[in-house]
């Protein structure tokens, strides 16, 4: 008993002495915790004071500028301008700390620079430089030509902000000033302003000591209430101790009691959480929708593939189509038949589903299994069996499938592998060092040498493929397209098109394009359409184009082409191209109507008078009712709001047969006529 009574007030004695020492140190590291937050967050006040006083007065030197381009601006387009006028009174204004900041006008004789290169119009704090000749390469006192940097971007975008060292108003020394600067083309003035970066140091040092004041105040009044904390902290802490000694014994022997219910709580808990860890794992690494494993699995197994595994990509062709023709439950219909036959066929692979109507399926051939053959055999067994009849409609899908044994870049070879496979209209594609892209860069940089050669050499023409009346017989319009001429004859579009239009080239052959096919029907009175995409639309310079060359003696002749899929959708700009070229006199006809968003409203807002059906959909009319019925729908819609319907791609007898007996107007293909660069006139069709 002596023995226990000894050993607890041992007890007591050092749990007294670590009690206090724990207090002493947790408040000792709490003041530091505090100290450390106090100065971090003065830092970061202190940054964001500057970041929004720089903020500020750069705003409101940018609105400056802003507002003296629009009075600029607004004063040319109502004829009204006057530089001297002008001059006076952005020589006038002041703006930034100190009334420092200032404009400065340049007239720009060369933007590509050199001596000479422009003089001053307006400098304020130095009249005597004003109708001076200024070089562009004359340094700075750190040794940057900032006016060579500046021109480098005005050439590109007709602005500039640039950061330089130059003589302060008031002093006789130089300091860091960051300027904006615009160029004006009408009158080939760069008009500029500026602040300079120093007058902001007085302002951030005074409110950095203000807080530096701040922290020495709050840190003595911390000490001060932390010194009282820790007394008020001991006595509670003597109180509490002499409790828990006495109740040590008993918590003692309820913690023996406790234990043998811990260890069976724990089994217990250890199951459940294996049980959900496995219900978690499949929730992670399973699509929820096929079943089939996800994305995030397959980056985990990419990176553990074995050398003798094959991966393949399997693509459904026109899902987006199948969603908008027959709606989403069809489409997960159509997923999930399609992850049932892919498990199906590989059961002891790994079948992913890596996006929306995209799968991917690891696995092992056979030693002699030709992976070609394979992808064949399994584009046969996803695709041979139709779906149940869904709103009295049979649903058939078709798939593109590609592979690879590469390991390297898996995903990206596949998916490279499967634009080249869409672009031939393959079913099946194995993957090969030729389908690389750096082929098809060389390939596009060949291709836009040939373009810049042909327009050089004036070598791009359109061709006229014939549109016949059904009703007369008789060819009323042709079709205008781009076509580059060499040795061989006429090069398709298809072939440098698409390359044309991620250049700079695009817009100079969409003008020839414009100019040739407008002189070609100048003395015709044959109708004549002219293919525009939204980029066109909304492009100036085309437009521009466009109205320079409509008058009244072509203006109703003349019918303009939009895509369906290109932009149609952005009806502020549509539209209102539509209402100025209808206002001359012109049609509008909505191409490849089908393959977007073949929405019967938009026909309606943007007012058009042609629909030409989508290839795809005239092609499959004799054997595709599915396609009759679009057709019919199409023709039954357009009769009743005055639409004319052209057919395109009729490519044989039967074809013009089957347009005209669904009612179409027009059409126009192989079967009536191949592009030529000869027109056929109307009388000669009577």
């Known amino acids: 008993m002596d ?43 202190l940054e964001s004071f500057q970041n929004d006083l720089f903020h500020k007065e750069f705003s409101a030197l ?57 003089e001053h119009l307006l400098l304020p704090i130095d009249p005597s430089q004003e109708g001076v000749l200024i070089d562009s390469g004359l340094l700075d006192e750190k040794g940057f030509a900032y006016r060579e940097q500046y021109l480098s971007q005005l050439r590109e975008s007709g602005q500039s902000q640039v950061s330089y060292w130059y003589t302060k108003p008031g002093t006789d020394f130089s300091s860091e000033k960051t300027s904006y600067i ?23 040092s005074q409110y950095h000591a203000s807080q530096q004041s701040r922290l020495i105040t709050s840190a003595i009044w911390s000490l001060g209430a932390s010194f009282v904390l820790v007394f008020l902290a001991l006595l509670v802490m003597h109180h509490y101790n002499q409790r828990s000694m006495r109740r040590l014994r008993k918590l003692h022997q309820q913690v023996s009691d406790f234990q043998s219910q811990m260890v069976s709580y724990s089994h217990r ?12 794992e499949k929730m992670y690494q399973v699509d929820t929708l096929t079943q089939a494993l996800n994305r995030r699995k397959l980056k985990q197994d990419l990176v553990s593939l074995r050398k003798n ?23 997960d219909v159509i997923l999930c038949e399609l992850a049932y036959k892919l498990k199906q066929r590989f059961v002891e692979d790994r079948v992913y589903r890596l996006n929306a109507d995209v799968f991917v399926l690891i696995f092992t051939p056979d030693l002699n299994e030709d992976v070609h053959a394979l992808l064949n055999e399994l584009h046969h067994h996803l695709v041979q069996d139709r779906l149940p009849q869904f709103n009295d409609h049979d649903v058939e899908f078709n ?41 098809q860069y060389r390939s596009n940089l060949s291709i836009s040498h040939e373009i810049r050669t042909a327009i050089e050499q004036d070598r791009v023409t359109p061709v006229f493929q014939a549109i016949r009346d059904l009703q007369t017989n008789r060819i009323t319009h042709y079709e205008c397209l781009m076509r580059i001429e060499d040795d061989s004859g006429h090069i398709n579009p298809a072939s440098f098109l698409h390359v044309a239009q991620r250049s700079k080239l695009y817009p100079q052959l969409v003008r020839i394009m414009l100019q040739k096919s407008f002189a070609a029907f100048e003395d015709s009175e044959l109708n004549f359409s002219i293919n525009l995409s939204y980029e066109d639309i909304i492009s100036d310079d085309i437009r521009k184009t466009i109205f320079g060359l409509l008058n009244d003696k072509n203006a109703g002749r003349v019918i303009f082409e939009i895509l369906e899929s290109e932009g149609i959708e952005n009806y502020p700009e549509v539209s209102h191209f539509i209402s100025e070229v209808k206002s001359r006199g012109c049609k509008i006809a909505i191409d490849d109507f089908g393959t977007g968003y073949s929405n019967f409203e938009h026909l309606l807002k943007l007012n058009v008078d042609y629909i030409k059906l989508d290839g795809t959909l005239v092609e499959g009319l004799l054997e595709n009712k599915e396609a009759q019925y679009v057709v019919e729908s199409v023709v039954y819609f357009a009769k009743h709001v005055g639409i004319k319907v052209i057919a395109e791609f009729v490519s044989q007898p039967a074809l013009i047969e089957m347009v005209r007996k669904l009612g179409i107007d027009y059409a126009q293909g192989y079967a009536i006529g191949y592009p030529s660069v000869d027109l056929v006139s109307d009388e000669s069709n009577a």
């Not at 199951?271 to 219900?279: G, L, S, T, Y």
């Not at 390991?407 to 060092?433: D, I, V």
Request: a negative charge; glycine letters at 6%.
């Open 182 to 204: 615009h160029l004006i083309p009408e009158l080939n003035w760069v008009l500029g302003a500026g602040l300079y970066l120093d007058d902001f140091d007085a302002l951030v």
């Open 269 to 280: 808990l250890q199951v459940d959480v294996e049980r959900k860890a496995r219900q978690l």
């Open 62 to 118: 940018q609105s400056h500028l802003e507002r003296e381009l629009n009075l600029i601006k607004q004063s040319l387009n109502n004829n009204s301008f006057d530089a001297q006028e002008v001059i006076d009174r952005l020589r006038s204004q002041r703006f930034g700390l100190e009334d420092r900041g200032y404009f400065f006008v340049l007239k720009l004789h060369d933007i590509e620079g050199g001596p000479g290169f422009a």
């Open 399 to 439: 798939v593109t499938i590609v592979g690879t044994q590469e390991h390297e870049n898996t995903l990206g070879r596949l998916e490279m592998t499967m634009l080249h496979a869409k672009f031939k209209r393959l079913n099946t594609l194995c993957y090969s060092p030729d389908l690389d892209y750096s082929a």
């Open 3 to 45: 023995r226990l009574k000894e050993t607890e007030n041992w007890l007591f004695k050092r749990t007294w002495w670590g009690l206090l020492s724990l207090v002493l140190i947790l408040t000792l590291s709490f003041q530091a915790l505090f100290f450390f937050l106090q100065y971090r967050d003065n830092t970061h006040q």
């Open 309 to 331: 595994e094959a991966v393949i990509m399997v693509n459904i062709d026109g899902f987006k189509e199948i969603n908008e023709v027959f709606g989403n439950e069809i489409g």
